[in-house]
């Protein structure tokens, strides 16, 4: 499958920002036991390559798809491919838009990059996103959309920020492929503290929720 595919199966991934992480591979398989198969690991978290990698080079025994979030440069992002990254997400368009996604393009993984109005999804499609994350989500909620659908019909559409349990069907039922999960699945003090029976919990809560 490829990562669209498994975001449309799974309807979830979710975003990891913490000060550290105790172990990249045991982050995953805890993700995975509770359902969530697609894990965005971010350069907001110090030493960001050397998580990516040992997240990616166990991926054959987690069973994750581990991608690079938060990238913001051409050289984020050709750092982020080679420390093993299957996908980008970027938080919205830059000037180094283009040279992301050329570099994911070059590496053949999707790129996902961030927009919030109608003319940003226009141009992340033209420079060749798979998906469009719609960031920060929250500030304008489900209705809106319900309302990008009507001129991007079929366009994989990703809410970001401020997405829970409570409100994550909503958004999905209005039409986005999937959801990203941060906080409300991994909790920072839980990835730092290495509380892996909680973010199963967590996550497998969350994909009951949506379910």
């Known amino acids: 499958m490829t990562t669209l595919d498994l975001l449309r199966a799974d309807r979830v991934l979710t975003v990891v920002r913490a000060p550290e992480i105790a172990d990249a591979r045991d982050l995953c398989a ?3 036991s509770g359902g969530i198969h697609v894990v965005e ?5 110090p030493d960001l390559p050397r998580h990516l990698e040992r997240a990616a080079s166990t991926a054959g025994e987690t069973g994750a798809v581990v991608g690079a979030g938060t990238v913001q440069t051409g050289q984020q992002a050709q750092q982020a491919i080679d ?3 299957q996908f980008l997400v970027t938080p919205g368009q830059g000037l180094e838009a283009a ?3 050329e570099a994911a393009r070059t590496a053949g993984i999707p790129v996902v990059l961030g927009a919030f109005t109608p003319s940003e999804v226009m141009t992340a499609l033209a420079l060749g996103s798979a998906a ?15 309302d990008l659908n009507g001129p991007f019909p079929g366009v994989a559409l990703i809410p970001s920020g401020g997405i829970n349990a409570g409100n994550a069907k909503d958004y999905l039922d209005a039409g986005a492929l999937a959801v990203s999960a941060g906080t409300d699945v ?4 839980d990835v730092a503290a290495a509380d892996w029976q909680s973010i199963t919990a967590k996550a497998k809560a969350f994909v009951a929720a949506i379910s």
């Open 30 to 32: 805890a993700l995975v």
């Open 41 to 45: 690991l971010t350069y907001t978290t």
């Open 83 to 85: 420390a093993g990254a």
């Open 99 to 101: 040279a992301i996604a």
């Open 132 to 146: 469009v994350k719609i960031f920060p989500a929250h500030q304008l909620g489900p209705k809106y959309f319900k």
């Open 186 to 189: 991994v909790a920072p003090a």
